[in-house]
C-alpha cells in the first residue's frame, strides 16, 4: 500500500535512531531545503546552515506531527518549518551584520521572490523536480542501458522518437515501450515517498 509506505516512513522517523529512515528523508529532503535557501537569496553557506537548521526542527516535531493527507501535505508542512526556521535564521544574521565577500551577492537579492505566493510555488516545484532525480537515481539501475537511454532521450530531452529509435538501433515501438515503462516505475518509486502523485 503506497499512503502506508508513506506513512511509516514519518512514522521511522520518530526513531531519532533510525538512521536508515533519516539518510533517505534527507536524500530526498535536503536539496529541497537547499534550493529553498538560495531562491531566497541565501548564500551556500547560509543555505546549508538553514538545512540543518530545518532538520533539528524537522528531528523535534516529527514526533508531534501527525500524518492526515486528508488535512494537508507533508511537503505543506515541511515549507512552514523551512519558512519559519528561515526568518528566525535571517533575523539572527540581521543582529549580526557581516560582508557577504561574494561579488554575486547583490545579483542573489534582486533574485530573490517577490512575493510568498511564489516561494511556495517555487517550492512545490522544486520539490517535484528532487522526487524525480531521486526516483530515477533509485531506479535507473534496474534497467537496461537502452530502455533507460530511450526515456531520457524522450521523456527528458525531448527527442523525436523516430530519431532516438534510429540511434539507438530500436524500432520505434520500443521507445515508446522503453519510455512507458520507465515512467511507471518511476511513478511507483515516487508514490513510496509522496502518496499524491
Known amino acids: 500500500m503506497v499512503e502506508a509506505t508513506r506513512a511509516s516512513l514519518l512514522l521511522r522517523l520518530r526513531d531519532s ?96 521572490a517577490d512575493s510568498n505566493e511564489s516561494l511556495e510555488e517555487a517550492w512545490n516545484q522544486q520539490y517535484q523536480r528532487q522526487l524525480i532525480r531521486w526516483a530515477a537515481d533509485k531506479i535507473r539501475d534496474d534497467f537496461q542501458k537502452a530502455t533507460w537511454s530511450a526515456f531520457w532521450m524522450t521523456a527528458v530531452e525531448g527527442a523525436p522518437p523516430q530519431r532516438v529509435a534510429e540511434q539507438l538501433r530500436l524500432s520505434v515501438g520500443s521507445v515508446y515501450v522503453a519510455k512507458n515503462r520507465v515512467i511507471k516505475k518511476l511513478r511507483m518509486k515516487i508514490r513510496e515517498i509522496d502518496d499524491s502523485e
Open 17 to 112: 535512531g533510525d538512521s536508515e529512515a533519516w539518510d533517505q528523508f534527507a536524500e530526498i529532503y535536503s536539496p529541497l531545503v537547499f534550493d529553498f535557501a538560495r531562491r531566497g537569496g541565501m548564500q551556500d553557506s547560509d543555505a546549508a546552515d538553514l538545512v540543518q537548521e530545518v532538520m533539528q526542527e524537522v528531528a523535534t516535531s516529527i514526533k508531534q506531527f501527525d500524518y492526515d493527507p486528508a488535512v494537508g501535505k507533508f511537503r505543506s508542512w515541511l515549507y512552514k518549518i523551512a519558512k519559519r526556521t528561515s526568518g528566525h535564521l535571517r533575523r539572527r544574521q540581521a543582529r549580526q551584520p557581516k560582508g557577504s565577500g561574494d561579488s554575486g551577492a547583490i545579483q542573489d537579492l534582486l533574485n530573490v
